[in-house]
């Protein structure tokens, strides 16, 4: 994201802004504007459709292709701010990214999936963000009092806007509309239990997951629902980036699931060096989420993916995690069903 660099040109403009706790898009002087570089325009709207609180919101349109990068931006943050919480809305489910750039060059971002036409609030604490892959190191931490500009990227028309991306993505490019409202910057952290076995509990207010084309997901009942009702089978499932090294010294994942009707699931683990792996499990029909425990022994390459790596599965090396319903890919397979994933663990 090179045009980060351009923060410098456009921050004069904006001295004489007076720093505030909360954003509530009511007036003209809110202080968002499309990245440098980037793609769109922003304006605000009074369409009460498209306004969660007030009057006002603010409304993002923009062109999604392959290679395009559409984000906003903000660069008078809090320098006290120690998490974000804001309302947002999208014309159709996306993976976005909350970002912060520090005048040392460390850009550190935080991913959230969007349902789609319909609001949904999303508090992000300093915690939760990594650095980005393609930034190089400083000291390895997010430091509000270095941060040069917040901002909010589409994910999903960055990378799912290939031909290949569509075929278990669906169609990502085109015109797109992107709705903000209430704006907060926080003092306090959202309280969460601290588990370094977990890979994910779901206590955020968001998901961290992106869903394949024709599934649905959701935050309910503590854990995330996976939904989908199409009479033809595809590729169903749900997935997730992963923190580099994070699997180190596992013996495996344990994944606490229930699903309604009967099948089998899939767990797909894909290596920084390109190599995927998969195992699967029966699910379906329990009365409440159930643990699935997999040793990474149980788990083998995929046949397309062969010769990419040294062909030997090294948790160290795993970026990211998909659970998909493998049995709707096979004839007489359900391809209506309900998920409900209460967790995600690391064994050790």
Partial sequence: MKAWAAFGLVISAFVAQEPQSRIDFETNQHGWLVLPGADGKVELTENPNDVKAGKRALRYTYTAAAGKLNAIIYLEPENWARAFRFWIKADRPALFAFSVQEESGERWHAPFWVSGNTWQQVTIALSDFTLAEDTKPVNNKLDMDDAQGIGLVDVSAVFLTTPEAALLFGDQSGTRLMWLDDFEFLNNAPVRRGDPMSIDDFQRDYLVWMATAYTTLKREAGGMRVE?????????????????NSLRETKGIEIT????????????????????????FEAGGESKPEPRRLLWSQFTITDDTKGKGDGKLDPAQVKMLSLVDWGALNDGGPSVNRWLVQSVRKMK
């Fill in 228 to 244: 989908y009702n199409l009479p033809f089978p595809y590729i169903f499932g749900a997935l997730r980036m992963l923190e580099p």
């Fill in 257 to 280: 699931v229930q699903v309604q009707t009967p099948t089998t699931l899939a767990a797909f683990v894909e290596e920084s060096d390109g190599e995927r792996w998969s195992a699967t």
